[in-house]
């Protein structure tokens, strides 16, 4: 019988962005099927590669040299779908990463359950930037795109309450209080569709970040630990500069992210 450990890896292996989108979410229902009818899946034990397999294009270029456009013009706002759509397929593999890479630590069934479904939420939001992109003219791949997006994997590849503090927690909610202006740029630009699909990412990007906040809360009580200070200690140690305050501190409350966590980690505090 398959492992879910064996299916996260396949994903991983999967260089075709919409084929492992596409895998993504098979598994997931795979996953939840044999949840419901009380036969789960064993977890398994299988190596996750050190990077996840991605196709030739788009270029990964650093940062500084991946051009900037204004979102005024539409060149710009499809290099904004296509910055968004980069980040989706990325969040795929990361996902199945932390089911994979952390099985010598127990952990509850709802571990899993809540890290595959946040996988096939990733793999729906990739297929929506993906099409809004084709619908557009343009694809996925068309434009270079941002490398070291793996770079928080491999700095927190050894340590699961890093990888949450990180990864859900930093990363991810950064991606709360990012969203709602960017829906805002495709409104005034009354390109509907791409409002619709940024609207369904933003909505379900909330659970990702409380599903970080609910696991890491969880390994700070199994050893006692007190979550504040861990989480201070594990972002200014494994997450490379400080965080950038606006901060959507409703939405980040909605994720079970107090003020107290983010705000001493920004530059000025
Ligand atoms: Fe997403
Ligand atoms: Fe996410």
Request: charged fraction near 30%; aromatic fraction near 8%; include cysteine.
């Amino acid at each position: 019988m398959t492992t879910l450990s064996a299916m996260a890896v396949e994903v991983l292996g999967t260089p075709d962005p919409r084929e492992k989108a596409a895998l993504s979410r098979r598994h997931a229902d795979a996953w939840r099927a044999a949840r419901e009818v009380g036969t789960p899946l064993p977890v398994g034990h299988a190596a996750p590669p050190d990077r996840p397999a991605r196709p030739d294009r788009p270029e990964l270029k650093n940062p500084r040299d991946v051009p900037r456009r204004r979102p005024g013009s539409p060149e710009g706002r499809r290099a904004l779908l296509h910055a968004v759509a980069h980040i989706e397929l990325n969040a795929v593999d990361l996902h199945w990463d932390v089911i994979a890479r952390f099985t010598d630590t127990p952990l509850p069934m709802g571990f899993y359950d809540d890290w595959v479904q946040a996988a096939d939420d990733e793999a729906k939001h990739f297929g929506l930037m993906a099409d809004c992109l084709e619908a557009a003219g343009s694809h996925y791949g068309a434009l270079p795109a941002h490398a070291g997006m793996w770079r928080a994997a491999e700095d927190t590849a050894a340590d699961l309450m890093a990888r949450l503090a990180v990864v859900p927690m930093v990363l991810e909610a950064r991606g709360l209080d990012v969203t709602p202006g960017m829906i805002e740029i495709f409104r005034r630009a009354k390109e509907d569709d791409a409002v619709a699909a940024l609207e369904i990412i933003s909505a379900e990007e909330v659970a990702h970040v409380a599903y970080g906040s609910k696991w890491f809360h969880f390994l700070c009580g199994r050893h006692d630990l007190d979550p504040k200070d861990v989480f201070h200690d594990l972002v200014r140690r494994h997450f490379h500069g400080p965080l950038k305050p606006p901060f959507d501190e409703a939405r980040r409350a909605e994720a079970g992210l107090p003020p107290d966590f983010y705000w001493p980690l920004t530059e000025n505090a």
